[in-house]
């Protein structure tokens, strides 16, 4: 009797906001949830569909009119390719371009130009990039429908988030490295060399392989160029090639297709059986796309205990 | 004005950058990097521009902002922009109304409700979505929401193979981690100081968070949804594969459209003849799609500075 009397008892509007509130938890939690559950979701039907065409020969076959035997050989060999291209091309520009920024640039009005135009070029949607190497590196300079042409149009896409990613990397090299250096008499890039990239390296690592799993999984911008083919041989360049420049000159121009394309190509086959066919490239693909972003991952961790 | 700072750095080293020769070589060279994206931004806007330009010398304005049918394949030949705005437009809309309530949700779980180890968690996973090449979202537009879920729930003769819907719930999913990313980070920005006065005063956490954190935060929400509808209205393999090549006007997001983009992909496939009027009305769309993009990611960016400016 005693203890009831001290309860303290909120009544009314006080248990209704109350309610609602705790409520509430449950329903945001519920959206959340529904976000991470579909990316689960997605993973077991992909697998559930495609495991059964995953074999060795899936990988080895070139593509066929046989669900059954189609392999995504070409596609790999392109992706490869293509990504080895982009990476060569784009890379020392975009740190380039970071380092600039970072640590050369005149603060004037160029340097907000220059910032404002790259994150820009990052928001511009990969068809029109499709549509710039159509007409510059295919057309233009007459590269054709290549592995080059797909290369330098990958890589232009890719420049403006890999000189953001490198550009924060720079920036969270602490000042006091640069300035020890330059206090002991380097000049500016003995300081920007010895001293802020070796520290920016895993982040700047970092970022550029995420750009680079972006470009993985690139497809828009490569139809625009024209890698829909079909295509029953290797391309690039073949081992014997790699003696000879003319050959390995002429394996870069040679027509090509990618991964994401095939998985297009068979996922509008009117055909179901193609469909495993392309959920079974899909898990290719997310594995090559998952083992770079572990990579980043893992770069970044063993950075940040040292 | 300490040494660390790169700009005054700049002023200090002037005279030691040329005692050795191959300083300026590398300085040279780095704005030589630099200058690639400026160039390529000019080559976007000069290819866009010329090429359209070619475009409005054979079709005239009027016809491209004022006829409402794209037909530039068969007779009678039509260049109306309209058909395909539209088309853009009902998958996008379908899209936020979709992702933009889930995307809130979990940005307001995420930053006012979750234990800071549960969102150390749920956060990346979420982000993930994000990392998913758009080709694989559009596989999964065509077979498993399409097939397995609209068509069972509404009716085979309801739903058409090639449909709105499908590409908008796909597109939703691909835009779920930048808006509820993005604005976790603004609600997470918000002072600690505002929400402690108004929990002082009695309120439940339910109402700090609709009636403090969601206003001060709504900056940072805005660009969010701004960058999310960018890059909606940007992205060609969902809708292409998804929402069909049948330019209409329709509000029904059961039938098939064409967007911007995915006529743009199928002029690219198509292996249009160089010179022909449809040809270069892949670069008329182009300049439309690419204005509209820049436009929202303008006014997300101004965005981002207003709410870095109120409470930084």
Redesign the interface.
């Known amino acids: 009797m005693a203890s009831e009397s001290v309860r303290l008892r909120a009544g009314g509007a006080v248990v209704r ?2 309610f ?2 705790r409520a ?2 449950y ?6 949830l ?3 559950s ?2 689960g979701f ?1 993973a077991y ?2 697998v559930d ?1 495609g495991a059964s065409r995953l074999s060795l020969d899936f990988l080895t076959n070139y593509p066929s009119r046989f669900a059954e035997k189609a392999g995504l050989r070409p596609a790999i060999f392109g992706t490869l390719w293509l990504m080895l291209i982009t990476i060569v091309s784009s890379i ?6 970071a ?9 004037n009005r160029l340097l907000t ?2 910032k404002i ?5 990052a ?6 990039y ?3 190497g ?3 590196f295919v ?1 233009f300079a007459g590269m054709d429908r290549s592995l080059l042409a797909g290369g330098f149009t990958l890589a ?1 896409m890719i ?2 988030m890999t ?1 953001i990613a490198s550009q924060e990397a720079i920036r969270q090299v602490p ?2 490295l ?2 020890g250096a ?2 002991l ?1 380097a ?3 003995q300081a920007v060399r010895h001293n802020v990239l070796p520290n920016a390296i895993p982040g700047i690592m970092t970022g550029t392989i ?1 750009s680079i ?2 470009a ?5 911008a490569l ?4 890698g ?1 083919t079909f295509i029953r041989f290797d391309p690039g360049p073949n081992l014997t090639d790699f003696a000879d420049p003319a050959g390995f000159w002429a394996g870069l121009e040679e027509s090509f297709t990618v991964v ?1 394309i095939q ?2 190509a068979w ?2 086959d009117s055909r179901r059986e193609f ?1 495993a066919n ?2 079974a490239a ?1 898990i290719v ?2 594995a090559g ?1 998952m083992a770079l ?1 572990l990579l980043a991952a893992v770069i970044r961790e063993r950075f940040r205990r040292n | 004005m ?6 005054n ?2 002023e ?2 002037r005279k ?2 040329f ?2 020769p ?2 300026s070589v ?2 040279f ?6 200058a ?3 160039v ?2 000019l ?2 806007v000069g ?2 521009v010329r ?1 359209s330009a070619t475009f409005f010398e054979q079709v005239s304005f009027k016809e491209f902002f004022l006829e409402t049918e794209w037909q530039p394949l068969f007779e009678p030949i039509s260049f109306g922009i309209w058909e395909l705005v539209a088309g853009t437009l009902l998958v996008t809309f379908w899209a936020l109304v979709i992702a933009v ?3 809130l ?2 940005a ?3 930053s ?3 234990h800071p180890n549960t969102r150390k968690v ?1 956060k990346p ?2 982000e ?2 994000a ?6 979202y ?3 537009a ?3 929401v399409t097939q397995d879920l609209l068509r069972p729930a509404f009716g085979a003769d309801q739903v058409n193979v090639f449909n709105a819907l499908s590409a908008s719930i796909m597109l939703a ?1 691909m835009i ?2 930048t808006i ?1 990313s993005i604005s976790e980070d603004a609600m997470a920005n918000v002072p600690r100081d505002l929400r402690e006065a108004a929990y002082g005063l009695g309120a ?4 700090v ?1 609709i009636r403090v954190v969601f206003p001060a935060a709504l900056s940072g929400i805005i660009a969010a949804i701004l ?1 999310a509808i ?1 890059r909606v ?5 969902i809708v ?2 998804a929402a069909g090549s049948t330019p209409q006007l329709t509000v029904n997001p059961f039938e098939g459209v064409q967007t911007m ?1 995915g006529f ?2 199928q002029v ?2 198509g ?1 249009a003849a ?1 010179g022909t009027v449809d040809y270069q009305a ?2 008329a769309v ?1 300049m439309m ?2 204005l509209i ?2 436009a929202f ?2 006014a997300a ?1 101004f965005f981002v500075g207003r709410y870095r400016e109120e409470y930084e």
């Open positions: 906001r109350q609602a509130s509430s938890r329903l945001f939690l519920g959206a959340t529904l976000g991470v579909i990316l997605l039907d992909t569909t020392p520009i975009a740190i380039g371009t380092i600039w920024i970072e640590e050369f640039a005149p603060r130009i220059v135009n790259l994150a820009n070029l928001g511009v949607p990969s068809i029109i499709g549509i710039l159509l007409t510059i057309r232009l420049i403006p000189v000042p006091s640069r300035d330059v206090a008499g000049t500016r890039w995420l799993s972006r993985v999984g690139e497809t828009a139809l625009m160029i024209g829909f994401p998985i297009y996922s509008i469909q392309a959920a899909i693909m997310m796309v972003n | 300490t040494v660390s700072d790169p700009g750095m700049n200090a080293l030691r950058q005692s050795r191959g300083e590398i300085l060279i780095l704005t030589l990097c630099a690639v994206s400026l390529t931004t080559l976007i290819v866009l090429e309530p889930i995307g949700a979990a307001v779980y995420l006012e409700y979750a749920l996973i979420l993930a979505l990392g998913v090449p758009t080709v694989v559009a596989y999964f065509l077979t498993f999913v779920l981690p509820a439940t956490r339910l109402e968070t960058l960018a209205v940007g992205e060609t393999m292409a594969i983009t743009m992909l690219g496939l292996d160089r892949l670069f182009g799609l690419f993009t820049l990611n303008v960016h």
